[in-house]
């Protein structure tokens, strides 16, 4: 069984920086890649940032995050964090850790971590 545990997120001002974390347990599979979805009140659910482990480490970046936000993998297997910086109040959403593991039969959400941006 694999869960995905995020940790991270809270309310912070306009231009400043938070960070989010995300490492799956269990056993048993091999994660292709791991990142971060997010979702404001009455949008749809957009993809942020991802991490693929494997083809070198390659980054993914939504258009409204990219120069501010950056992934990384941690030293941990399987996790990865969020350094979100200059941040903005139209950051504001539930961000969600997703984890695709090929062969598995869905996909693999964590439980959301809210981040507040005030201005």
Known sequence: QVQLVESGGGLVQAGGS???????SGSGFTIRTMGWYRQAPEKQREPVAAFRF??????????????RFTISRG????????????LKPEDTAVY??????PGAPYEYWGQGTQVTVSS
């Open 75 to 86: 030293d941990a297997k399987n996790t990865v964090y969020l350094e979100m910086n200059s």
């Open 18 to 24: 938070l960070r989010l974390s995300c490492a799956a």
């Open 96 to 101: 969600y850790c997703h984890a695709d593991i």
């Open 54 to 67: 494997s083809s070198g480490g390659s980054t993914y970046y939504g258009d409204s995050v990219k120069g």
